[in-house]
C-alpha cells in the first residue's frame, strides 16, 4: 500500500495491512448510542485552561489542517472530566467530508456532523515525549466538538480565511493569539470513553471526551477546508475532500456521560 490516505487505494478499509491494530479492541471513533451511554457520578467538570500566546503555526500536513502548540512546558492544560492530573494541549485538527451531511468521524445514534474538531493533549505528568505518551494507555485525551452546518462561525474565521495559504501539504504559517477554548459550545457537558487515534498508527492511547453540544459552521467555511490539498509542489494536485475514519465497534467497551 503506498502512503496512508482517504481515497479507494489507500483509505481506512486497508489501514490494517500496514497497521494490524485497526482491527483492535479500543479502536476510534464510534458510534455513540445514547440509550446505552452510562450516567457515572465520579466524573467531575472539564477544565479546559489555555494560554493563547502558545499557539505557533498553522499547518497542512497533508491529512488534515492543524494549528500547532508550544507543549514544553504546562503553559495549556486540560484537566478534570474522568482525568487524573493535567494533560498537556499539543495541536487541535478538523476532520470533514465531501459534503455538508456527513464529515464528523464519530457519530450519535448513526447520525453524523459536517466536521468534527479535535483537541490533542498528552499526559506529560507521567511521560516525556508526546510520542512515548502515544504508546501508553493513559497516554493521550483528545476532546471532539462536533460542527453543526448553520451560520458562519467566527472563532473558526480566524482558521479558514487562512486556508489559502497553506493550501499544499507541508506548508505552515505563524499563528498565535488563539485559544482553542473560543471553539468551545456553552457547554462542556460530555460522553467519555477510552479509544484510539483515528489516524495511523491508530494507537491505543486515547481517552476521548466528547462535547455532546455542537458548535456551528457555514457551507462556505466547510468548502473552504475541502479546497486544501493532500498533495505537495510538484504532485498532481488532489484535493483533501474528506479525512474521516468510519467508525468502529464497540467490542463492549462502556460510554460514559457526567
Ligand atoms: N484524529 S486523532 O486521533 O485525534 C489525531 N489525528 N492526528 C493527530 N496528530 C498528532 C499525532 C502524532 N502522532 C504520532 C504517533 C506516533 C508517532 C509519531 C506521531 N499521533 N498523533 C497529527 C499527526 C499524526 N501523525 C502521525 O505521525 C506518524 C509519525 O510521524 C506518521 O507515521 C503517521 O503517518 C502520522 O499520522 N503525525 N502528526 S492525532
Ligand atoms: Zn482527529
Known sequence: MLHWGYDEDNGPSHWKEVFPIANGDRQSPIDIRTQD?????????????????????????????????????NKSVLSGGPLIGNYRLRQIHFHWGPSDDIGSEHAVDGTKFAAELHVVHWNAEKYSTFVEAARQPDGLAVMAVFLKVGECNSQLKKITDLLDVIKVKGKQRTFTNFDPSWLLPHSLDYWTYLGSLTVPPLLESVIWIILRE??????????????????????????MLKNFRPPQPLRGREVRRN
Not at 465520579?42 to 494560554?51: E, K
Not at 475541502?226 to 484535493?239: H, M, N, W, Y
Open 37 to 73: 451511554t452510562k450516567y457515572d457520578p465520579t466524573l467531575r467538570p472539564l477544565r479546559p485552561n489555555y494560554d493563547p500566546t502558545s499557539a505557533k503555526v498553522i499547518l497542512n500536513n497533508g491529512h488534515s489542517t492543524s494549528v500547532e502548540f508550544d507543549d514544553t512546558e
Open 214 to 239: 455542537p458548535i456551528n459552521i457555514c457551507s462556505e467555511q466547510l468548502a473552504k477546508f475541502r479546497s486544501i490539498l493532500c498533495t505537495g509542489d510538484g504532485e498532481v494536485a488532489c484535493r
